[in-house]
């Protein structure tokens, strides 16, 4: 007897009279915005300017998408290139399919191409970025939710998803919601990279290491309990062998770092105003303000003194007439 399970979307495409609203671009959307929007944050508290991590962005959006899309595309390559298929499907993103390890890769070409016309060290964009790239996959995967994808194996637990489509080969039923399990995950990943980076002042790319680590372990598991279709290579799915060999990278790369450049860069980007230099600058103004008025009190309580004392000059004068 089912007692409980999620349900799935009836569809994922909702009609504003002759325009479609996806589902799954929306979620896309929502989580590029999230991840600058939090980018943004850690970015000038890191002494950077404000604007500068949309900016680098335009460059990254849209290399990262085509990264993902094409990582999709090569190893699922069957789904549009076998018989009975259509080719010009592998253009419709929309639809669904975006490998995450492409995302990254080429996402940093276009990050690292938006830097470099910055004059800002990848590195230290990387760092800002990678708490809010976490909560843009977390908020992105919503997206296989609406079109009915990426679960995992048949359960009976009361958080189940109910799949109700039958068409791509998929049988109705109930299954892990392997897109939560990554959700929640990702969170857990951003909060991970935030709190560690305040803890241990991390810099030089490993905080973006340590988020692509902790990314690797839960994908790892997650992707053992998706009953997709997938590549194997000696008993494995081919994103559990990428996850292991990224994860390995990461952590080589945060220990390597680490001996090499500790400590966090001091400057991030050339020309920012440094946030000590502006803190002072304020509290000197405030100070000339404070000065300005009290010197203006002063002015006021003189003229009223000699008001005064004229007044009494005035009165003693009239007095001595009448005696």
Same mark, same amino acid.
């Not at 979307?9 to 671009?25: F, K, M, N, Q, T």
């Not at 919503?142 to 637990?157: A, I, K, P, S, V």
């Not at 279709?229 to 060999?245: K, P, V």
């Given at each position: 007897?089912?007692?409980?399970?999620?349900?799935?979307?009836?569809?994922?495409?909702?009609?504003?009279?002759?325009?479609?609203?996806?589902?799954? /671009?929306?979620?896309?959307?929502?989580?590029?915005?999230?991840?600058?929007?939090?980018?943004?944050?850690?970015?000038?508290?890191?002494?950077? %300017?404000?604007?500068?991590?949309? +900016?680098?962005?335009?460059?990254?959006?849209?290399?990262?998408?085509?990264?993902?899309?094409?990582?999709?595309?090569?190893?699922?390559?069957?789904?549009?290139?076998?018989?009975?298929?259509?080719?010009?499907?592998?253009?419709?993103?929309? *639809?669904?399919?975006?490998?995450?390890?492409?995302?990254?890769?080429?996402?940093?070409?276009?990050?690292?191409?938006?830097?470099?016309?910055?004059?800002?060290?990848?590195?230290?964009?990387?760092?800002?970025?990678?708490?809010?790239?976490?909560?843009?996959?977390?908020?992105? %995967?919503?997206?296989?939710?609406?079109?009915?994808?990426?679960?995992?194996? *048949?359960? +009976?637990?009361?958080?189940?998803?109910?799949?109700?489509?039958?068409?791509?080969? %998929?049988?109705?039923?109930?299954?892990?919601?392997?897109?939560?399990?990554?959700?929640?995950?990702?969170?857990?990943?951003?909060?991970?990279?935030?709190?560690?980076?305040?803890?241990?002042?991390?810099?030089?790319?490993? /905080?973006?290491?340590?988020?692509?680590? /902790?990314?690797?372990?839960?994908?790892?598991?997650?992707?053992?309990?998706?009953?997709? +279709?997938?590549?194997?290579?000696?008993?494995?799915?081919?994103?559990?062998?990428?996850?292991?060999?990224?994860?390995?990278?990461?952590?080589?790369?945060?220990?390597?770092? $680490?001996? !090499?450049?500790?400590?966090?860069?001091?400057?991030?980007?050339?020309?920012?105003?440094?946030?000590?230099?502006?803190?002072?600058?304020? $509290?000197?103004? $405030?100070?000339? $303000?404070? +000065?300005?008025? !009290?010197?203006?009190?002063?002015?006021?309580?003189?003229?009223?003194?000699?008001?005064?004392?004229?007044?009494?000059?005035?009165?003693?004068? *009239?007095?001595?007439?009448?005696?």
């Amino acid at each position: 007897m089912e007692l409980a399970y999620i349900p799935s979307p009836s569809h994922g495409v909702y009609h504003l009279g002759p325009i479609p609203l996806r589902g799954y /671009a929306f979620c896309i959307i929502i989580g590029v915005f999230v991840a600058v929007w939090l980018g943004n944050k850690r970015w000038i508290a890191r002494g950077g %300017r404000a604007g500068t991590v949309a +900016d680098i962005a335009v460059w990254a959006v849209p290399f990262g998408l085509l990264g993902g899309r094409l990582y999709h595309v090569i190893t699922d390559y069957e789904l549009y290139f076998s018989e009975g298929r259509d080719w010009v499907d592998s253009f419709k993103i929309w *639809e669904g399919g975006l490998g995450i390890w492409g995302a990254i890769a080429l996402g940093a070409v276009g990050a690292w191409i938006g830097c470099r016309r910055r004059g800002i060290p990848l590195p230290a964009y990387a760092d800002a970025i990678a708490p809010g790239i976490a909560l843009a996959q977390a908020i992105g %995967r919503w997206g296989n939710w609406f079109n009915q994808e990426l679960y995992g194996r *048949e359960t +009976d637990l009361p958080w189940a998803l109910k799949i109700t489509s039958s068409t791509d080969g %998929r049988v109705p039923g109930l299954y892990h919601p392997t897109f939560l399990y990554e959700s929640l995950w990702c969170i857990g990943v951003a909060l991970l990279v935030i709190w560690a980076d305040r803890r241990f002042k991390l810099g030089h790319g490993r /905080a973006f290491a340590l988020y692509v680590a /902790a990314y690797c372990v839960g994908r790892f598991w997650i992707e053992y309990l998706r009953v997709d +279709d997938a590549h194997h290579i000696l008993g494995l799915r081919l994103n559990n062998w990428t996850a292991l060999i990224v994860f390995l990278l990461a952590v080589v790369y945060m220990v390597v770092s $680490a001996k !090499k450049r500790p400590g966090r860069e001091e400057v991030v980007e050339p020309g920012a105003p440094d946030g000590e230099t502006e803190d002072a600058e304020k $509290a000197e103004d $405030a100070q000339k $303000a404070e +000065d300005v008025e !009290k010197a203006e009190a002063g002015t006021e309580s003189e003229e009223t003194a000699d008001e005064a004392g004229s007044t009494e000059v005035k009165d003693e004068a *009239e007095s001595a007439k009448k005696g």
